[in-house]
């Protein structure tokens, strides 16, 4: 039962674009919610992150959306540089499990000059 | 402050041999996990540790055990690797709370890719 679901395999954005994750979860528990970069041939690096008890959160270029209702989180890149070509994993945690995270499978982000 | 450091980056078993594989960190993290990566499924929980002599199973714990003795060491351990254990294998750490700050996350290590024969 995958509770983090991305289903976008892979997205093409031009640069300059806007680039937009999508990310949908089925556990109702979870209560924080994370967004990490993997290059190839690297470990998974933070990103940003955003607690149930907010709906949006900003960072720079990056913006993470909360829809609690719909169980549903976004990851806005503006504007997308080529740098930002990576996989990019959402995860989520819930409170009574710690730093326990389930990850989503991964959006592969391809920013083109 | 080195981080999370894996130790080998890359590794070719043949089935049924055994291999532990190293993961240290120097953060004074509490919590210490093991994932596994394989593609279209992202990262998946293998075995986690809240502490020194503590460790629990993740999603996947079958045909891997853990330790941890010290708060700086995680060792995972392949007692008789098959085909299906050829992946990408991550350490991660951090400190034990929930994670609610808008700063807690996990630490990752680069990697170790492994190959079974």
């Known amino acids: 039962d995958q509770q983090v679901k991305q289903n976008s395999p892979s997205l093409s954005v031009q640069e300059g674009r806007i680039s937009i994750l999508n990310c949908d979860y089925t556990?109702?528990?979870?209560?924080?919610f994370l967004w990490y970069k993997k290059y190839p041939a690297e470990g998974p690096t933070f990103l940003i992150s955003?607690?149930?008890?907010?709906d949006k959160n900003e960072d720079g270029r990056f913006t993470v959306f909360l829809n609690k209702s719909a169980k549903h989180l976004s990851l806005h890149i503006v504007p997308s540089q080529p740098g930002d070509s990576a996989v990019y994993f959402c995860?989520?945690?819930?409170?009574?499990?710690?730093?326990?995270?389930?990850f989503g499978e991964g959006t592969q982000l391809t920013v083109n000059p | 402050n080195a981080g999370v450091t894996q130790t080998p980056k890359f590794q070719v078993l043949k089935t049924g041999q055994s291999m532990t594989l190293q993961c240290a960190q120097d953060?004074?993290?509490?919590?210490m996990s093991w994932y596994r990566q394989d593609p279209g499924m992202g990262l998946r929980l293998i075995h986690y540790?809240?502490?020194?002599?503590?460790?629990d199973q993740g999603e996947v714990p079958n045909g891997y055990n853990v330790s941890r003795s010290t708060t700086e060491d995680f060792p995972l351990r392949l007692l008789s690797a098959a085909p299906s254990q050829t992946s990408v294998y991550f350490c991660a750490s951090s400190f034990v709370l929930p994670l609610t700050s808008d700063t807690d996350t996990q630490y990752f290590g680069p990697g170790t890719r492994l190959t079974v024969l």
């Open positions: 953060m004074n993290h509490e919590y």
């Open positions: 540790s809240v502490g020194a002599g503590i460790t």
């Open positions: 556990n109702s528990m979870f209560d924080y």
């Open positions: 955003i607690s149930s008890i907010k």
């Open positions: 995860a989520a945690s819930e409170e009574t499990s710690g730093s326990r995270l389930t």
